[in-house]
């Protein structure tokens, strides 16, 4: 049992540092080019390894937590990986989702991607009842990042149930919802990589001890920082495509 957790331990850090870094090529380079469209291909397969590993590594802790009767201020930090880890998967499948379906958008609404949309409702559910019914010493943290689920599953039923329109125009379709899909999927799951690695990598790999306040820094920041970074390159996709939503 210790060697397939170390296996999947190191499968996860290798992988996971990897794609920091790749996550970064598809970003920068020209959208719809060769390099991102390899490059990008690449970052999805390895993150969907780096998030099932994750999750795998999590399942062989289980048996350990109930023997021990572990404190749940001690695994509630796990908890949040396993919810970090649903989330971000169903947001990496769903990002490459959109884009292959792109010219039939209706073909995505179906009982896997509704089940998607309410396993991401359904993990945001748990942790917030994990917070206020345990009160654990990261609750409030635990709250605070409960939305990204909720948030991931309310898009994706919005988008397949309206049939691809859920930048609709007045009075009008927009022909680039997918493109709006995909790159917000694709930066959500980058946000998720990095809080993986500020709250767990890098205070590990650096010997970072952070205390008080300061230490609910490595959470948020990486969603403070990405979350106005996708509604900016969204806007500015929709005034390229003359798709700006007008106001009601």
Do not use: C
């Amino acid at each position: 049992m210790e060697t397939v957790h170390d296996w999947l331990r190191w499968t996860h850090i290798i992988g996971g540092f990897i794609g920091l870094v790749l996550f970064w090529i598809p970003i920068f380079s020209k959208k719809g080019s060769k390099l991102h469209r390899q490059m990008g291909k690449y970052w999805t397969w390895l993150a969907r390894v780096v998030v099932l590993s994750a999750l795998a590594g999590l399942f062989l802790y289980i048996p350990e937590i109930i023997e021990k009767n572990i404190s749940p201020n001690n695994y509630a930090f796990l908890l949040f990986l396993g919810y970090l880890s649903v989330v971000t998967y169903i947001v990496i499948v769903y990002g490459v989702a959109v884009l292959e379906s792109k010219n039939n958008p209706q073909s995505m609404n179906t009982p896997y991607w509704n089940a998607m949309a309410y396993t991401s409702f359904a993990v945001s559910a748990f942790i917030i009842a994990f917070a206020l019914i345990v009160n654990p010493g990261s609750k409030y943290v635990l709250i605070a990042l409960s939305p990204i689920g909720i948030g991931t599953g309310y898009g994706i039923l919005t988008y397949i149930r309206n049939g691809g329109s859920k930048y609709s125009k007045k009075g009008s379709l927009v022909s680039k919802g997918w493109l709006y899909e995909h790159l917000g999927s694709m930066l959500g799951a980058g946000i998720a990589f990095h809080t993986a690695f500020a709250v767990f990598g890098m205070t590990r790999l650096f010997d970072i001890g952070l205390e008080g306040m300061v230490a609910v820094i490595p959470w948020i920041l990486p969603a403070a920082i990405g979350i106005p970074a996708q509604y900016i390159w969204t806007r500015h996709y929709q005034k390229k495509f003359n798709e700006l939503p007008k106001a009601a």
